[in-house]
């Protein structure tokens, strides 16, 4: 691919600000929705052995609807989560995004449609289990093989994405010109490891829910020790596997001695002595949320190595420095984003220390949180439409 193609496609009016400061902004907000992503892969798949196990054993009765419950709730926020990352490589690989959207167009309706699919059948699935005990293990089964077929599909555009060397003849294999939109490449290996993630992230968070319900007295001992050694199990064994088949990319790729490939492996060594350890699980959590964000520095570097490579540096992108927007959007992010998702993780903390039904007008803290959260949305959006009304009468009177 020549160079002078990929600056081509570059959008003229350039970046609103630094283009490093949206490589952070990627890096960050996708470690973020492959959490989720991993979570809910994770507790699916462990529900839907749960809802094998739950007639027989009192345990898995208890566990499998809390595992049907935390996927669900992944799922939601991993779409939520899922459109930053998309939105900031867009700004600054955005040659690598509208390209892949044209060659495997197809792949992108059906990626929709099949998100749309899986996430409803997984509601149906959710109340068919709350109805009977062991119920909807079908559709359960179903809405788990959509939602990784809508990954699997993920995975194509983002491995189609780095390889700018092959979309001419994605675009005309032979010579003729393919505007089917039918493209598809998967990185077997690549693929593998991602989604080895989700035993190490389930057994983690296994950790943290026996951690955290060990203060109720409703749950027994012998419950909140089985979940506490399930984790144990599916952390060590998950990190194991996640491990080997790293180092296996790191070779294909040739990164393996790279220095940040190096602190992410030593990160996963950590990792895998608190999981074993097993002694503050919240701690080895933050551990966690590290190797995270190295995983995807170390996709952000092998896109970035190859782009330069071919002479697109995303460091050359003319910068237009917009800093009304830019300070619209970091006010949103940390202070409207900071406020809202301090209001919602405070009130489920006490929501799940709570034996009772759990009212929050009563909590001060809680009603302090949500009194903030709701002035703080209502000032957005009257400075938001505020704001776009005077730019859109000052460009048209």
Do not use: C
Request: charged share 10%; proline share 3%.
């Amino acid at each position: 691919m020549d160079a002078s193609v990929l600056l081509a496609l570059r959008d003229p009016a350039g970046v609103p600000f630094y283009p490093v400061v949206f490589q952070a902004l990627y890096i960050l907000t996708w470690a973020l929705h492959a959490a989720f992503v991993l979570l809910s892969l994770g507790s699916m798949g462990l529900s839907l052995y749960g809802t094998l196990k739950q007639k027989d054993d009192p345990r898995w009765k208890i566990l499998t609807p809390h595992l049907i419950q935390t996927g669900k709730i992944s799922v939601s926020l991993l779409i939520v989560l899922g459109v930053a990352p998309l939105l900031f490589t867009q700004v600054i690989y955005d040659p690598n995004w509208y390209t892949t959207n044209a060659l495997s167009g197809m792949w992108v309706f059906i990626f929709i449609y099949a998100l749309i699919l899986g996430y409803m059948m997984y509601y149906w699935y959710y109340y068919a289990n709350k109805a009977k005990a062991g119920g909807g293990k079908l559709i359960g089964i179903i809405s788990f093989a959509v939602l990784v077929f809508a990954g699997i599909l993920m995975h194509n555009f983002a491995v189609t994405s780095i390889m700018p060397n092959e979309w001419m003849n994605m675009y005309a294999p032979n010579g003729v010109v393919d505007n089917s939109g039918w493209t598809f490449n998967v990185d077997l290996i690549r693929l593998l490891f991602m989604v080895s993630l989700a035993i190490p992230v389930v057994g983690i968070f296994l950790q943290n829910y026996s951690r955290f319900l060990s203060t109720r007295e409703d749950f027994s001992k012998d419950f909140i020790d089985y979940t506490a050694s399930l984790g144990t199990k599916l952390g060590t064994i998950g990190l194991l596997i996640s491990a080997v088949v790293f180092v296996a990319w790191m070779m294909q790729v040739g990164y393996l001695f790279h220095p940040v490939v190096i602190a992410t492996i030593v990160g996963v060594l950590i990792l895998l002595f608190m999981v074993m350890m097993n002694k503050n699980s919240y701690i080895t959590t933050g551990i966690l949320v590290v190797v995270a964000l190295f995983i995807s520095g170390v996709r952000e570097l092998i896109r970035f190595d190859l782009m330069t490579g071919l002479g697109y540096n995303i460091y050359d992108y003319p910068v237009n420095l917009e800093i009304p927007s830019i300070t619209m959007f970091l006010l949103t992010f940390l202070i409207m984003g900071g406020t809202g998702v301090a209001y919602i993780l405070t009130m489920s903390w006490k929501v799940g220390k709570s034996k009772e039904v759990f009212d929050g007008s009563q909590d001060k803290a809680v009603n302090k949180l949500g009194n903030y959260t709701l002035a703080i949305m209502v000032l957005w959006m009257a400075t938001f439409f505020g704001w776009g009304m005077t730019i859109l009468f000052k460009n048209i009177l």
